[in-house]
């Protein structure tokens, strides 16, 4: 059953930038950490960038470090990726996702999400 609930705009050209949105349920959203990961064709999913509830402590992958910035609105459960100076190789599925909160985990891992959003198609023109 889907929990998280995506939206954002899919085609965009180089050099431009987006943002997309990921609506949670509020036993969801509060619950721990709140992650994006994205999947290009024929490859797996791979991190990138992650959010902890209690702390807004920020994660971000190498690729993105510089030109993503991940928040949260509290008051309507929402997170949001934003990037910028957007390349071609961008170009991906993007899926946020919901993680408990765990003593000594690698949230850069998409294993430890245990819910998932439907996916935002994002394609980098050049």
């Known amino acids: 059953q889907l929990q998280l609930v995506q939206s954002g705009r899919g085609l965009v050209q180089a050099g431009g930038s987006l943002r997309l949105s990921c609506v949670a349920p509020?036993?969801?959203?509060?619950?721990?950490?709140m992650g994006w990961f994205r999947q290009a064709p024929g490859k797996e999913r791979v991190f990138v960038a992650a959010?902890?509830?209690?702390?807004?402590?920020?994660q971000y992958s190498d690729s993105v470090k510089g030109r993503a910035t991940i928040q949260r609105d509290n008051a309507w459960y929402t997170m949001y990726l934003q990037m910028y100076s957007l390349k071609p190789e961008d170009t991906a599925v993007y899926y946020c996702?919901?993680?408990?909160?765990?003593?000594?985990?690698?949230?850069?891992?998409?294993?430890?999400?245990?819910?998932w959003g439907q996916g935002t198609e994002v394609t980098v023109s050049s």
């Open positions: 996702a919901a993680a408990p909160v765990s003593p000594r985990t690698d949230y850069s891992l998409p294993r430890v999400y245990d819910y």
């Open positions: 509020e036993r969801i959203f509060n619950r721990g950490v």
């Open positions: 959010l902890g509830w209690e702390d807004d402590s920020t």
